[in-house]
């Protein structure tokens, strides 16, 4: 398993991981391995939704249906009539 030096961590900060650690009963490097694994899994999942949305609008775009902030605003109020 690799290791890595995480440098200087505010103390406020260490205090709430070493906590969270203690109540998952894990030591406070398999903490910070988790939470950093969360956080990983948290920005591919965005990257993924986003690079659907892209698709997505494109694939309107080529019908001829652009999402514009206006279109998108008149949808809305159409949808609450």
Partial sequence: MA?????EI???VYRRIEQK???DGVT????????????????EEE??????????????AAKGVYLTDDFLTEAKAWGRK
């Fill in 21 to 23: 650690a203690i109540a």
């Fill in 47 to 60: 990257a993924r939704l986003m690079a659907e949305v892209r698709r997505e609008r494109q694939a309107l």
């Fill in 28 to 43: 406070v490097p398999q903490e910070v391995a988790k939470l950093l694994e969360r956080a990983i899994a948290e920005d």
């Fill in 3 to 7: 290791r890595i030096e995480t440098g």
């Fill in 10 to 12: 505010p103390d406020d």
